[in-house]
């Protein structure tokens, strides 16, 4: 299973920005997904995740109300749409997902709950 994230790029606050990620190789379910960013000198954060179904989602409170996670199963793809963007959400994203074979509801938060990443896409908020 591999994970190609893209669509990162520089933007001024409060400005938009839409990253994506693509699922390629041989999956045996519609994956667990979530997004993680990594700020300059910090840990690596939970941002998002989404259930397999695409029905629940949850957020960290950092982003709560201006992200937004989706997912087009058709395409295999998992979307994050980032509005209202501050000089603190300059990071790497990386998009993370694990297979699901059961409880297509649950939602996976924490960085060892999620067997596959993508190489990460730097997005730059300028203040």
């Known amino acids: 299973v591999q994970l190609q994230a893209s669509g990162g790029g520089l933007v001024q606050a409060g400005g938009s920005l839409r990253v994506s990620c693509a699922v390629s190789g041989r999956t045996f379910s519609n994956p667990r997904m979530g997004w993680f960013r990594r700020a300059p000198g910090k840990e690596r954060e939970f941002v998002a995740g989404?259930?397999?179904?695409?029905?629940?989602?949850l957020y960290a409170h950092s982003v709560k109300g201006r992200f937004t996670i989706s997912r087009d199963n058709a395409k295999n793809t998992v979307y994050l749409q980032m509005n209202s963007l501050k000089a603190e959400d300059t990071a790497v994203y990386y998009c993370a997902a694990r297979e699901s074979f059961a409880d297509s509801t649950y939602v996976a938060s924490r960085f060892a709950e999620y067997d596959y990443w993508g190489q990460g896409t730097l997005v730059t908020v300028s203040s």
């Open positions: 989404i259930s397999s179904s695409g029905g629940q989602t």
